[in-house]
């Protein structure tokens, strides 16, 4: 008997250990998640999803902005003093991507990358680093199908149009998502004299605009526009260009990538501007997920998929509510 109770006394024991020492696993793992443009609403959207997981998993988030590579390489400093375990980076410097996987092991700090994949020396992916982006060129071809079906709408002939690829070339996925969008338009009749290269130096809506202002000064005798970038703010930014100069809304059709508030809160607006759409994109999978999946390399060595990409859908004026509500952003 007495022997009995010893036993269940000591299994007793030894489950509340076990218990004890998962949760307290849980509040030891610490998890960074940088990114590059912290005050755009896509980046504000993915921390506030990491920090849902951090509260779920009772982890601790380290949320840092790196608006250059600089910043980015003592950010990684910073976070390995702080006992941080592994990180999720959206870098402003895909090709600091070597620089970053040294940086990182020197620091003993797993690395996951979200949206802008990591370059090597020759301009390929680092495979080995697993990574959560959109399908760029599916997602640009979204675009590219938008600014098509409101043409037809509006009746208008490619010949008189002229486009703004507001572009990013030094980012891969920037080059694919216009990409996409460009080879709709060509398939449906535009000229490749028509379309007009806008580069931007930031990804944020005032260089868009400064971009767009140079090719629409350039060509005054087009009367009728479409634009299309990287993000919301790229064609935002053409958009707020085209009303500069003078153009009205219902000569101008810009579709954004994203759908965070930049791209609704011009929904909004009780008048309609030229910009039309937006092909929403998944910040509580590029936030959310990336986190967890952070989470359960560091605290139960399971590895990240290499690549895991998401898809959008497409949000107007008049439907971008329900849009959100089917992908569970409201
Ligand atoms: C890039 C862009 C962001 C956003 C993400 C989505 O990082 O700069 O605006 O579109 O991709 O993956």
């Known amino acids: 008997m007495r022997f009995l109770k010893k036993a269940l006394v000591a299994s007793a024991f030894a489950v509340t250990a076990i218990v004890m020492s998962a949760s307290a696993y849980a509040a030891d793992v ?18 506030k999803f990491a920090d849902q997981a951090a509260k779920e998993k009772g982890f601790t988030l380290v949320k840092i902005g790196a608006e250059d590579g600089e910043k980015l390489m003592s950010a990684i400093d910073n976070l390995g003093a702080q006992g941080v375990q592994g990180f999720v980076v959206c870098t402003p410097d895909v090709k600091l991507g070597p620089g970053i996987v040294a940086k990182a092991a020197a620091n003993n700090l797993k690395l996951m990358t979200v949206d802008d994949r990591l370059v090597g020396a020759d301009g390929k992916p680092l495979e080995d680093v697993p990574h959560m982006g959109i399908s760029a060129t599916k997602i640009g071809e979204a675009v590219g199908q938008a600014i098509v079906d409101e043409m037809k709408a509006r009746g208008w002939n490619a010949d008189e149009v002229g486009a703004i690829r507001v572009s990013y070339d030094q980012l891969p996925t920037a080059v694919d998502r216009v990409e996409g969008a460009i080879s709709v338009l060509k398939k449906n009749g535009f000229k490749a004299s028509n379309i007009f290269d806008a580069p931007q130096a930031k990804t944020d809506t005032e260089a868009a605009l400064n971009a767009a202002t140079v090719v629409l000064n350039a060509h005054p005798n087009i009367k009728k526009w479409v634009a299309f970038g990287l993000n919301d703010e790229a064609a935002l930014g053409a958009v707020r260009a085209s009303e500069s100069v003078g153009i009205p809304a219902t000569n101008m059709i810009g579709v954004g990538i994203g759908g965070a508030d930049s791209a609704i809160n011009e929904f909004k607006k009780p008048q309609p501007t030229g910009f039309v759409g937006s092909v929403i994109i998944s910040p509580k999978r590029h936030g959310y997920e990336t986190s967890l999946n952070m989470y359960g390399w560091i605290a139960d060595n399971k590895e990240p998929e290499k690549l895991i990409l998401t898809s959008g859908s497409l949000a107007k004026r008049d439907d971008y509510q329900k849009v959100r509500k089917d992908l569970g952003l409201e």
């Open 30 to 47: 610490k998890i960074g998640f940088v990114v590059k443009q912290p005050e755009e609403p896509w980046f504000q959207d993915e921390w």
